[in-house]
């Protein structure tokens, strides 16, 4: 399956940003998804993930109660909604899809088997 991540751009704190990752090439709703984040210098973390059926979330306390993850399997697109942006959030953003039937939300990269090129977000102070 092919990824490809969107919706980046430049942001003052406090402000809103969705992102999309649109899925080709396979069929969507056999994968769990995920957003992971890198920063400059630093190690690519979880942001959020959903399971199959989008039933089941997942967040990193860091993003917790200002993202929302969300799919639409019919549309083979997944979203990350991020409000209340902080200068921190500041990174590239990658959305993931996992095909292991075992795990429910993986939020270890390793855990995914596809990944979409990133999109890039910048929060102004």
């Known amino acids: 399956v092919q990824l490809q991540a969107s919706g980046g751009g430049l942001v003052q704190a406090g402000g809103s940003l969705r992102l999309s990752c649109a899925a080709s090439?396979?069929?969507?709703?056999?994968?769990?998804m995920g957003w992971f984040r890198q920063a400059p210098g630093k190690e690519r973390e979880f942001v959020a993930g959903?399971?199959?059926?989008?039933?089941?979330?997942l967040y990193a306390d860091s993003v917790k109660g200002r993202f929302t993850i969300s799919r639409d399997n019919a549309k083979n697109t997944g979203y990350l909604q991020m409000n209340s942006l902080k200068p921190e959030d500041t990174a590239v953003y990658y959305c993931?899809?996992?095909?292991?039937?075992?795990?429910?939300?993986?939020?270890?990269?390793?855990?995914?088997?596809?990944w979409g090129q990133g999109t890039l977000v910048t929060v102004s102070s």
């Open positions: 993931a899809c996992a095909a292991d039937r075992t795990v429910i939300i993986g939020w270890v990269p390793t855990t995914y088997d596809y």
């Open positions: 090439g396979g069929t969507f709703a056999s994968y769990g």
């Open positions: 959903i399971s199959r059926s989008g039933r089941n979330t």
